[in-house]
């Protein structure tokens, strides 16, 4: 069964860096793009970043774009987002997300648990 | 970039039918997904392609497009089916990608079923 496992998050102080990894299972990870959305504490999802299946094209919400990048690793079937500069606006849940693809409709089909990042001095 | 509006709280009495709407430029153009998200959990996919249920979504479930307007309708609500409701779409609103590769997520609604 697919399965996506979050880690990395923890409590990091503002400026600092921190690096989530995404652990996938149970499909062939190289065939599929992966997003990163995340999850502020009592706020709504919001959308962070896509890389493409092959890791070819990378994209970006404009309030991590500089800051943030996605990347994976084929061979590990593992998906990353490194973090850098973060600001107490970034604490949040991180989830990864596969991007399923079916006759024109993109949509996210599996989700992790998520990992807690919180941005405190 | 663009923006998904939902009514942020909606109720509906046991065994009812409640719509749950989503409105904005982006799904003149692209499909919408539905995602529900009960406390604690992760979001799971409940409505694609603006209309089509995955397996082992009741069929209570289904959705609905016109114009810049998509919508979740639920027939018949369980309790089970109190949670919060997003939809996502496509974006092609950013200036660094008009290929819509950026997307976009509602504000969601906070169901209640009474």
């Known amino acids: 069964q697919v399965q996506l496992v979050e880690s990395g998050g923890g409590v990091v102080q503002p400026g600092r860096s921190l690096r989530l990894s995404c652990a996938a299972s149970?499909?062939?990870?190289?065939?599929?793009?992966m997003h990163w959305v995340r999850q502020g504490p009592g706020k709504g999802l919001g959308w962070v970043a896509l890389i493409w299946y092959d890791g070819s094209n990378k994209y970006y919400a404009d309030s991590v774009k500089g800051r943030f990048t996605i990347s994976r690793d084929n061979s590990k079937n593992t998906l990353y987002l490194q973090m850098n500069s973060l600001t107490a606006d970034d604490t949040a849940v991180y989830y990864c997300a596969r991007e399923a693809y079916s006759s024109g409709y993109y949509f996210f089909d599996y989700w992790g648990q998520g990992t807690l990042v919180t941005v405190s001095s | 970039s663009s923006e998904l509006t939902q009514d942020p709280a909606v109720s509906v009495a046991l065994g009812q039918t409640v719509r749950i709407t989503c409105q904005g430029d982006s799904l003149r153009r692209y499909y919408a997904s539905w995602y529900q998200q009960k406390p604690g959990q992760a979001p799971i996919l409940v409505i694609y392609?603006?209309?089509n249920r995955p397996s082992g979504i009741p069929d209570r479930f289904s959705g609905s497009s016109s114009g810049n307007t998509a919508s979740l309708t639920i027939t018949g609500a369980q309790a089970e089916d109190e949670a919060d409701y997003y939809c996502n779409s496509r974006d092609s609103s950013n200036s660094r990608d008009y290929s819509g590769n950026h997307r976009v997520f509602g504000g969601g609604t906070k169901l209640t079923v009474l």
């Open positions: 149970g499909f062939t990870f190289s065939r599929y793009a």
């Open positions: 392609g603006t209309q």
